[in-house]
């Protein structure tokens, strides 16, 4: 029996059961691939609650619509940025002038109403967003990451406390065994942050499970202050991880402001010097092109992803 191991992107999320039920009903809309029909089973690697203290009932909506973050969220506090000190702080700042969050003008983003020249986001895009969830998202992503890279402590409820990425990767590792029981194929489906945790531990962690195959949508993977976060074991002639035996397919909208400033990941995870990741474009539609009920519905995805589960 095939099987899928989800694992989700940025930002605050449903409750797993809920956000592994708008997976896999993107993946059937409009003829797709209906997961169940198929008898494939899948299982969600969860880890918003990590970072926030519950799930919120509208990112449900938030998931398969235009937005990520809505406006009455709480924005992400960036005093750990300040906290730091050395070659932690040169790498925050790094990806922050990269991401183009900190040139935001005086004052509270929250009630700020940008002219129409400023609603341009960075040249890359090329589909204005409104400033404010420009900002937040690039907030968002540049604590999710260098939390998970850092192995930072997170402290979401009261008497609790988590290193990042040691929790993030038991629970993948985890995941990855109980997928490993099914006779397979076993392939790995991330999205956004999700990406560089599957790589990360694929490639990193020795005692991870091998999958039949592994696709990355919408990644960062190929940003420089990531890659270099991911040394030794990472590099650019060698940096395909073995573990995922029959290929990796990597799916990217152009204009996707996660992915779209190195969007393709081919020429940085080589084997042995070879290109071997398949790079697929896969355009979405509307301002926000990062959202992964867009790029499930995506006939150039469901055709890979079918095709590594043998159907």
């Given at each position: 029996?095939?099987?899928?191991?989800?694992?989700?992107?940025?930002?605050?999320?449903?409750?797993?059961?809920?956000?592994?039920?708008?997976?896999?009903?993107?993946?059937?809309?409009?003829?797709?691939?209906?997961?169940?029909?198929?008898?494939?089973?899948?299982?969600?690697?969860?880890?918003?609650?990590?970072?926030?203290?519950?799930?919120?009932?509208?990112?449900?909506?938030?998931?398969?619509?235009?937005?990520?973050?809505?406006?009455?969220?709480?924005?992400?506090?960036?005093?750990?940025?300040?906290?730091?000190?050395?070659?932690?702080?040169?790498w925050a700042a790094s990806l922050?002038?990269?991401?183009?969050?900190?040139?935001?003008?005086?004052?509270?983003?929250?009630?700020?109403?940008?002219?129409?020249?400023?609603?341009?986001?960075?040249?890359?895009?090329?589909?204005?967003?409104?400033?404010?969830?420009?900002?937040?998202?690039?907030?968002?992503?540049?604590?999710?990451?260098?939390?998970?890279?850092?192995?930072?402590?997170?402290?979401?409820?009261?008497?609790?406390?988590?290193?990042?990425?040691?929790?993030?990767?038991?629970?993948?590792?985890?995941?990855?065994?109980?997928?490993?029981?099914?006779?397979?194929?076993?392939?790995?489906?991330?999205?956004?942050?999700?990406?560089?945790?599957?790589?990360?531990?694929?490639?990193?962690?020795?005692?991870?499970?091998?999958v039949t195959a592994l696709m990355?949508?919408?990644?960062?993977?190929?940003?420089?202050?990531?890659?270099?976060?991911?040394?030794?074991?990472?590099?650019?002639?060698?940096?395909?991880?073995?573990?995922?035996?029959?290929?990796?397919?990597?799916?990217?909208?152009?204009?996707?402001?996660?992915?779209?400033?190195?969007?393709?990941?081919?020429?940085?995870?080589?084997?042995?010097?070879?290109?071997?990741?398949?790079?697929?474009?896969?355009?979405?539609?509307?301002?926000?092109?990062?959202?992964?009920?867009?790029?499930?519905?995506?006939?150039?995805?469901?055709?890979?992803?079918?095709?590594?589960?043998?159907?």
């Open positions: 029996m095939p099987h899928v191991t989800f694992i989700h992107g940025i930002a605050n999320k449903p409750a797993p059961d809920v956000l592994l039920s708008l997976w896999r009903e993107s993946l059937a809309r409009d003829d797709g691939l209906d997961l169940g029909a198929e008898g494939v089973t899948s299982t969600m690697v969860y880890w918003a609650d990590v970072m926030y203290p519950e799930p919120q009932e509208e990112m449900a909506e938030h998931e398969s619509n235009d937005s990520v973050i809505a406006k009455t969220d709480a924005d992400i506090e960036m005093v750990w940025q300040a906290q730091l000190d050395g070659d932690e702080k040169e922050a002038a990269r991401l183009d969050f900190d040139t935001a003008p005086p004052g509270d983003d929250n009630d700020f109403a940008p002219a129409e020249s400023d609603m341009e986001s960075a040249e890359f895009e090329r589909i204005p967003l409104p400033w404010w969830l420009k900002r937040r998202i690039m907030k968002t992503f540049l604590r999710d990451v260098h939390h998970y890279l850092f192995n930072a402590e997170s402290s979401p409820r009261e008497g609790e406390t988590h290193r990042v990425q040691d929790e993030i990767r038991r629970r993948m590792i985890d995941a990855l065994i109980e997928g490993s029981q099914n006779p397979g194929p076993h392939v790995v489906v991330s999205h956004s942050m999700g990406t560089v945790i599957a790589y990360d531990c694929l490639k990193r962690v020795a005692d991870c499970p091998g990355t949508i919408g990644s960062p993977l190929g940003l420089d202050e990531i890659e270099e976060k991911l040394k030794p074991e990472w590099t650019r002639e060698d940096g395909y991880p073995d573990r995922a035996a029959a290929g990796w397919v990597n799916v990217y909208d152009a204009l996707d402001p996660v992915a779209g400033l190195d969007p393709k990941v081919a020429n940085d995870y080589q084997r042995a010097g070879q290109r071997v990741v398949t790079d697929i474009k896969e355009p979405n539609y509307g301002r926000w092109r990062h959202n992964i009920s867009k790029y499930l519905g995506g006939e150039q995805l469901r055709e890979a992803l079918a095709g590594h589960l043998g159907l």
